[in-house]
């Protein structure tokens, strides 16, 4: 049966996990996947979290099936967490939400429903962007196209580049954007350019197609859901695929939601059953643990207060990790100015060194971070900082 299938390459972020986690250095270092680490270098569970999880399993008296969609209190918190309650209530029924599993499941989801809707729907993504966005999307039968985005040169957003690429894309067509926190490059939008961004979108009837995997990450809970609420309040179609993985730390959860608003309560209440039918047809429906863990803490004004906290000092400790690399880098190294590192948002950021520098810091460190350049900066600590600065500043001087 599968004599003439050959063994594929593996995924280039979690294949570069697992030869990390098969490395028998003492000293590696992990830079690759998108996962907190703590001081320690642990990935421990929101105390929030915990404790929703422990009222939860306490009250739970059946294990039967859960609404298709997902959990009702998880619908109504994270699409207000997301969209704001103003613009929940303003929305009323042109706006619904489906449980995915994680922010994959989301896009995927959301694929399906563009599929159906449209037959031959071509999404126009950043370059770069996530690598996951190629597979997912494409395999669901979407067209992928790339419009202009990072400079590598000014290494941030080339934004007239990025309007000129988005200005030439034809009426009605999908466009992908990265709601905070760009994955791979950190380098986001500006409020004043979301405003000039979502203008566009609107004179040219685009549909943006908002990935937030990261609320909370950037500038804050609300600041980072600026784009996002700004394309939801001046246009007719949005859609949205978000993840719980990062900002409530339950990746193995696999919790997310696909969020369509359309111009119409009908128009809305049709995508959503293509979405759940999708569902049905791919896995039936979302498994319900994550989400109820998030719908019971999300639903508790204390446990909401506990976890806001503990997210902001998560944020807070980033932002000074990835300070302190860019100043550490710029008095160990005068080749690169590190700068960019400094205002780059969320758990990614391109350092923009020559490839080959990225293999021998594997090689000769077992320093892991991607190809592209790609680290994460919430695998940077207090204690693996120093060692990660002499040792890249070592690598670009000799190089
Ligand atoms: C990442 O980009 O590292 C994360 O979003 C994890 C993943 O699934 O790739």
Not at 132 to 151: I, V
Not at 160 to 175: C, H, R, T
Request: include cysteine.
């Amino acid at each position: 049966m599968f004599e003439q299938l050959k063994t594929l390459p593996a995924d280039p972020i979690l294949g570069l996990n697992q030869t990390f986690q098969q490395d028998a250095n003492p000293d590696k270092i992990n830079l690759s996947v998108g996962v907190y680490q703590n001081a320690k270098g642990a990935t421990p569970i929101f105390t929030a979290v915990k404790s929703a999880e422990q009222q939860l399993l306490e009250a739970q008296t059946t294990k039967a099936y859960a609404p298709q969609a997902g959990d009702p209190a998880f619908l109504k918190h994270i699409t207000a967490l997301m969209l704001g309650d103003e613009l929940v209530e303003s929305l009323g029924e042109r706006v619904a939400t489906v449980m995915t599993p994680g922010g994959c499941g989301a896009l995927r989801m959301t694929a399906e429903l563009l599929v159906q809707s449209r037959e031959k729907a071509t999404v126009w993504v950043s370059s770069p962007t996530w690598a996951n966005h190629f597979p997912l999307l494409q395999s669901a039968g979407l067209t992928l196209k790339t419009y202009d985005y990072y400079s590598a040169e000014t290494r941030g957003v080339d934004f007239s580049a990025m309007l000129e690429s988005i200005g030439a894309i034809p009426k009605g067509d999908i466009v992908l954007l990265h709601g905070c926190c760009h994955n791979p490059t950190g380098a986001d939008l500006t409020q004043d350019q979301w405003d000039s961004l979502i203008d566009l979108m609107q004179e040219r009837e685009l549909i943006p197609f908002i990935d937030v995997a990261y609320q909370g990450f950037g500038d804050g809970l609300e600041q980072d859901a600026y784009g996002l609420r700004l394309a939801a309040k001046k246009l007719p179609t949005v859609l949205v695929a978000s993840s719980c993985s990062k900002n409530f730390g339950v990746y193995r959860e696999r919790t997310g939601a696909a969020i369509v608003i359309t111009n119409s309560a009908e128009q809305t209440a049709a995508a959503k059953s293509h979405i759940l039918s999708a569902a049905r047809r791919c896995y039936s429906m979302s498994p319900s643990h994550g989400g109820a863990v998030v719908g019971h803490l999300l639903a508790s004004p204390e446990l909401t207060l506990e976890w806001k906290e503990e997210l902001e000092f998560v944020r807070k400790r980033m932002n000074k990790l990835r300070l302190d690399l860019a100043e550490g880098l710029n008095q160990a190294q005068n080749k690169i100015d590190f700068g960019f590192v400094a205002e780059s948002k969320g758990m990614f950021c391109y350092l923009g060194i020559p490839q080959q520098d990225v293999l021998t810091l594997r090689s000769e460190f077992a320093i892991y971070l991607l190809e592209s350049t790609r680290i994460n900066v919430a695998g940077l600590s207090e204690q693996n900082l120093p060692i990660i600065i002499e040792r890249v500043a070592d690598v670009i001087t000799r190089s």
